[in-house]
């Protein structure tokens, strides 16, 4: 089946950046990643699961949250079926535990976390100066 595991997180300073990896790995036949969105999903203490980007397999297309707008920044590298986040001008409130998530079929534009049919295990990223 498929399988997703996050890497690249860590302790930042406010204003800092940081990049997430999500390595897809378990499919069944050849491109078969371009029949995913992959989503980032993050949750902090105290609050609930909010989705941060999607972007598609197959041709790249984004969506962002509003609040991570101009500031984070998804793209895929297909060959390596991995997907990232970069982000910049880290924020305290963007201190979460930070989940990616794929979703076969999906409409990137909808990037609900409630259509993800895998989910990674999170990485942790903590701001603080």
């Known amino acids: 089946q498929v399988q997703l595991v996050e890497s690249g997180g860590g302790l930042v300073q406010p204003g800092g950046s940081l990049r997430l990896s999500c390595a897809a790995s378990?499919?069944?036949?050849?491109?078969?990643?371009?029949?995913?969105?992959i989503g980032w999903f993050r949750q902090a203490p105290g609050n609930e699961r909010e989705g941060v980007s999607c972007?598609?397999?197959?041709?790249?297309?984004?969506y962002y949250a509003d609040s991570v707008k101009g500031r984070f920044t998804a793209t895929r590298d297909k060959a390596k079926m991995t997907v990232y986040l970069q982000m910049n001008n880290l924020r305290p409130d963007d201190a979460a535990v930070y989940y990616c998530?794929?979703?076969?079929?999906?409409?990137?534009?909808?990037?609900?976390?409630?259509?993800?049919?895998?989910w990674g295990k999170g990485a942790l990223v903590t701001i603080s100066s």
């Open positions: 972007i598609s397999g197959r041709d790249g297309r984004t």
């Open positions: 378990g499919f069944t036949f050849d491109d078969e990643f371009n029949d995913y969105i």
């Open positions: 998530a794929a979703e076969r079929g999906g409409w990137v534009l909808k990037c609900s976390d409630f259509g993800m049919d895998v």
